[in-house]
């Protein structure tokens, strides 16, 4: 809580600073003082409690709280959200994706088996033409 404390003006010396005076002011045993002395954020926001009344302290509590309620919320079903988009997408896609590899590689080997079998059934002539048409150097 901060304490205000009233200074009469009859204590007050008035006194004329000088340039070589204001060097004297920050001095290292003021700074100390200052130290035991300072005030927290959290000190100044809790003697804020006495200047803001009760009724707009709440309001700004209630406004704070549904801000949160809805942040929770909005947080939670974005969290569930992006758990059922994975799991479908596991349980969906990952199955398809698989299955269509195994169909392309099907595929590949029917092509193989096809021109295994033109290349058998073709007279031997026309087997070393084909062959023939790319030859190694050295051969």
């Known amino acids: ?12 010396e008035e006194e004329e600073y000088t340039d070589t005076d204001s060097s004297s002011v920050y ?9 035991d002395n300072i005030e927290s954020i959290l000190d100044r926001v809790w003697a804020l409690q006495d200047v803001i009344p009760a009724k707009t302290r709440k309001s700004i509590a209630d ?6 309620g809805w942040g929770k919320t909005s947080a939670n079903f974005l969290g ?15 199955p398809l994706m698989i ?9 590949e080997y029917e092509k193989m088996q096809q021109q295994s ?16 048409g790319i030859v190694p150097p050295g051969f």
């Open 1 to 12: 809580m901060v304490k205000l404390e009233e200074v009469s003006l009859d204590h007050v």
């Open 80 to 94: 569930n959200s992006a758990w059922v988009l994975t799991t479908s997408a596991l349980l969906l896609v990952l």
């Open 63 to 68: 406004k704070c709280s549904t801000v949160y």
């Open 27 to 35: 001095s290292s045993d003021e700074d100390e003082d200052d130290v």
């Open 117 to 132: 079998t033109q290349m058998l059934s073709q007279p031997a002539g026309q087997q070393k033409k084909q062959a023939s």
């Open 99 to 107: 299955e269509l590899e195994h169909e392309q590689g099907l595929i």
